[in-house]
Structure formats: structure tokens, C-alpha cells
């Protein structure tokens, strides 16, 4: 009788979990998000990124750090062996970049909208509310995975209203875009893929991710101590 009651009881809570998980609208699931988002001072994390341009698919994996203090963003190649050890300092206050070159010795500095070209995606990480955001877009919510963790939101989204794709660099015909959404059980979005009617053309993956360590801003201004050349 006892373990009757306790499996009733077992069903009950998944049964209500299901329930509720089924219930959430993408406008709620959009607003959870968003909280999340807004609660986010600093983060540290490292992220897959695989881009296609002009036919060839390229790999990258970097360790990001990036303040609201300032408005900075540190990114440090891991990944392939030829970038490994570069860094990127992006700073929107002075619209430029500075990018550590281990193999030439030498610090380059240039635009910020020159080396968001060359690099693939939106780099204002630390407009995270922005970055991210559910908000003023259309879509909806395509599959719900139970983890560990609680329950994950895979997200679809087909209108993109004002918001530039993350991967817009891999854009060719933007009519045809959709965007998918991996969101965790904290509301974080964690990976996102953009396709092109059937054909993927860029994959964003957060592997792992730190929120609110209180990164101070000269942490990201540190740069090694080489000639500076700026173009």
C-alpha cells in the first residue's frame, strides 16, 4: 500500500511537471529569458563556433569573458592550432579592437566593424539583453528535453523582426532563415543554429558558462606587454 501511494504520488509530480511544460507559451518562456538576460552582469564561458562561408565550413572554440563594466569583451583562441594563444579585446566605447598576434609579437588594432566582418558573428557580447533576447521576435517552442538539470526549450524561430541573426555572417538569402534556440533549465540560451531553408550554415555552442564572478574590467584590458600596431 505504501509503495502504491508513493508511486501515485511519483506520477502526480511528473504528470504536473508534463502539464505545466506543455502550458508554457513562448511569450512566458520569452520573458524568462529575458529576466535571466537582464540579471547577467559578467559572464565567462567557452564556445564552439562552426560558420560557413563561400563553401567552406570553418571551426573555431575561444574562451569568452565579457563586463556591462565598460562594455568589454576577451576572447582567447582555443581552437584550431593556427589562432591558438590569439586575443581579442573588443571595446564599443572607442569602436576598435586589439587583437594579440603570439606569432608576430605585436598587438593590432582596428575597427570594430572591420574585425566583426572578418570574424563571423555579432560581437557585442556584453549586451547580453540584446545578444540574446526572445524578445520582439516570432516564434515557438519546437521541443521540450527533459535533463538533470530540469527541463531544456529547444526554440524555432522564423522572424527575426529588428534583430540581426547572431550568425549573420553566414547569411545568403535571409527570406529563407530560421533560427533555432537551445535554452537550459535556467532560462540561459546556449547554443543556436541558423539555417537556410534545409541547410545549416552556422552552429553556436556554449559549451560551459560562469555568471557574476564580478569580472573587474582591467582583468579584460590585460593584454601582454608587445609593440602595438594599429591600421
Known amino acids: 500500500m505504501k509503495k502504491s501511494f508513493i508511486l501515485v504520488c511519483c506520477m502526480i509530480i511528473i504528470l504536473t511537471a508534463a502539464a505545466y511544460a506543455q502550458g508554457l507559451s513562448f511569450e512566458q518562456l520569452a520573458a524568462n529569458v529575458e529576466q535571466q538576460l ?5 559572464m565567462h564561458a567557452v564556445v564552439d563556433l ?4 563561400f563553401g567552406q565550413v570553418t571551426f ?16 582567447e583562441m ?33 575597427s570594430l566593424a572591420t574585425a566583426s ?25 519546437d521541443e521540450i528535453i527533459p535533463t538533470d538539470q530540469g527541463l531544456n526549450y529547444r526554440v524555432k524561430v522564423t522572424d527575426l523582426g529588428e534583430q540581426v541573426p547572431l550568425l549573420g555572417s ?3 538569402n ?4 530560421v533560427q533555432y534556440v537551445w535554452i537550459d533549465a535556467n532560462y540561459m540560451p546556449y547554443r543556436i543554429e541558423y539555417y537556410e531553408g534545409d541547410v545549416c550554415l552556422g ?5 560551459e558558462y560562469e555568471l557574476n564572478m564580478g569580472i573587474p574590467a582591467e582583468e579584460l584590458r590585460n593584454l601582454p606587454d608587445v609593440p602595438i600596431m594599429k591600421f
Open 38 to 42: 537582464n540579471g547577467i552582469f559578467d
Open 174 to 177: 535571409p527570406r529563407l532563415a
Open 78 to 110: 582555443l581552437a584550431p592550432d593556427l589562432v591558438v594563444g590569439q586575443i581579442y579585446l573588443f571595446d564599443p566605447e572607442k569602436e576598435e579592437v586589439s587583437i594579440y598576434m603570439p606569432m608576430l609579437g605585436q598587438i593590432l588594432v582596428q
Open 60 to 75: 573555431t572554440t575561444l574562451d569568452l569573458k565579457t563586463s556591462k563594466e565598460g562594455r568589454l569583451t576577451r576572447l
Open 203 to 207: 552552429k553556436m555552442v556554449i559549451r
Open 170 to 172: 553566414a547569411a545568403t
Open 50 to 53: 562552426e560558420v560557413v562561408q
Open 117 to 141: 566582418g572578418q570574424f563571423g558573428l555579432s560581437l557585442d557580447f556584453a549586451d547580453m539583453d540584446h545578444l540574446f533576447s526572445l524578445g520582439g521576435i516570432q516564434g515557438e517552442i
